[in-house]
């Protein structure tokens, strides 16, 4: 799926067309920091962040006719693939197999949904409602990270939790997914994209590398998006909120967690910040509800 993302982020001029117009290639179902602290992505430039090297941006799918093929040859594949998906039964892997293909599916699930649906509204019903047919058991995104990785859901609105678990909310004791990973590993934030310009980067992880992976994930995410403004404020991304959820942090715990990843003269300022202001300093930076996803040039 990347592979074709990369094909559609190169600029084509020729009788460009949407990919979405073709349900069918889905349905067989500061300071320190550029970036201003609440940017939405609408800026004319947004191919890169401070923090990330050797990225590709995609920020619309719209292809000429190469590109179109490209990707149709690619989907028809991989809609293969997707088909095989109902015999898997991720309760036969171990821990660190099941985050894998949890991780890709989830990103590539989305990768597709846009594909068949389009890219105007990010995190759309139509996207969030794409599912696939895992060992006999219909899969969303939402679903993925709220429920078999158990973490606190990028998708947190009100609607979508109504939408997506009417009546099935867990009560202490309730049954868990079928699919429920032991236990959560809270790194995995740093890893789903949903195509959003305040996501992490898209990468493909492998079981070998993952926890190296997901370390460098969260060094580049926190280094891309923490921004001080004048040794006053601190700005830091939704997400790093919902891990402070998932792992019980302190306001004063993940200022520590962040300045791991930050140089001795970042980590000065931020401590100064919260000198003078305690918690107030600290703000949370919305996610953005523009389209992008921003892939790892080595993928």
């Known amino acids: 799926m990347s592979s074709i993302y990369r094909k559609v982020a190169q600029p084509t001029v020729s009788r460009e067309r949407s990919f979405a117009s073709s349900n069918s290639s889905f349905s067989s179902s500061s300071t320190f920091s550029p970036e201003n ?10 191919s890169h962040d401070n923090g990330y090297a050797t990225t590709i941006a995609v920020l619309n799918i719209c292809l000429d006719d190469d590109s179109f093929n490209y990707a149709a040859k690619i989907l028809q594949n991989f809609r293969s693939l997707v088909h095989d998906l109902k015999k898997v039964d991720p309760r036969k892997m171990k821990r660190e197999e099941q985050l894998v293909f949890w991780i890709n599916i989830h990103n590539s699930l989305l990768m597709h949904a846009y594909l068949a649906y389009g890219t105007d509204n990010v995190i759309s019903t139509s996207v969030l409602k794409a599912a696939y047919n895992i060992g006999g058991h219909w899969i969303n995104a939402y679903t993925i990270q709220s429920s078999i990785l158990g973490i606190q859901s990028h998708y947190s609105t009100p609607w979508l939790r109504a939408l997506f678990s009417p009546g ?3 009560k202490k004791g309730g049954r868990r997914h079928v699919y429920a990973i032991e236990y959560l590993e809270p790194l995995v934030h740093f890893a789903l994209c949903s195509g959003a310009y305040s996501d992490p980067v898209l990468r493909v992880y492998r079981v070998k590398t993952l926890f190296e992976d997901l370390k460098l994930a969260k060094e580049e995410f926190i280094q891309a998006k923490v921004y001080i403004d004048k040794e006053r404020n601190v700005f830091l991304p939704k997400i790093l909120h919902d891990l402070a959820k998932d792992m019980s942090l302190s306001t004063a715990e993940i200022i520590e967690f962040v300045n791991e990843c930050l140089c001795e003269t970042q980590q000065k300022a931020i401590k100064r910040c919260f000198d003078r ?3 107030k300093c600290i703000h949370w930076k919305p996610r953005s509800s523009t389209f992008r996803f921003l892939i790892h040039d080595k993928q």
């Open 168 to 170: 099935n909310k867990l």
């Open 277 to 279: 202001r305690g918690d």
């Open 37 to 46: 602290p609440y940017d939405s992505g609408n800026s004319k430039d947004n």
